[in-house]
């Protein structure tokens, strides 16, 4: 995948305090656990397909059937199953968090690392 995106986060808590908050977060958001070990989680599933392309879509369908198959294979193809992985590390301060998923994901991802708290109050979640 060459839309990759990898973010790290340091935590002060312990790494398999992080792995169970992940596995809670991301299964509430439709998300499914794919794998799982002591040092990392990965989790499959969907991103949301915004309006302007179901829209799109349906009007593709509703005046020309080649344009709307045509869409639907994009929109398939971009919005199908992704996955985010969550992996840890072992620091001096508490875990290292880092985490590679797609740019669709990034909202969510980003909702993930809020919730954690930081290793110290100055740092924000770094979202390359």
Same mark, same amino acid.
């Given at each position: 995948m060459?839309? !990759?995106? !990898?973010?790290?986060?340091?935590?002060n808590?312990?790494?398999?305090?992080? =792995?169970?908050?992940?596995?809670?977060?991301?299964?509430?958001? *439709? $998300? *499914?656990?794919q794998?799982? &070990? /002591? &040092? +990392?989680?990965?989790f499959?599933?969907?991103?949301?397909?915004? $309006?302007?392309?179901?829209?799109?879509?349906v009007?593709g369908f509703?005046?020309?059937?080649?344009? #709307?198959i045509? %869409?639907? =294979?994009?929109?398939?193809?971009k919005f #199908?199953?992704?996955?985010?992985?969550?992996?840890?590390?072992p620091i001096? /301060?508490?875990?290292?968090?880092?985490?590679?998923?797609s740019?669709?994901?990034?909202k %969510?991802?980003?909702?993930?690392?809020? !919730? %954690?708290p930081?290793?110290?109050s100055?740092q924000?979640?770094?979202? +390359?």
């Open positions: 060459t839309d !990759t995106i !990898t973010a790290h986060h340091k935590t808590l312990d790494g398999k305090e992080v =792995i169970v908050k992940a596995i809670h977060f991301f299964t509430s958001e *439709r $998300w *499914r656990l794998s799982q &070990s /002591e &040092s +990392n989680a990965v499959v599933g969907k991103t949301p397909i915004p $309006w302007g392309f179901l829209v799109l879509e009007m509703f005046f020309f059937i080649i344009p #709307g045509i %869409l639907y =294979i994009l929109v398939a193809k #199908g199953f992704q996955n985010i992985v969550v992996s840890i590390a001096n /301060e508490g875990t290292d968090v880092s985490m590679t998923f740019k669709s994901a990034k %969510l991802v980003q909702q993930f690392l809020i !919730t %954690l930081s290793a110290s100055l924000n979640p770094d979202l +390359n």
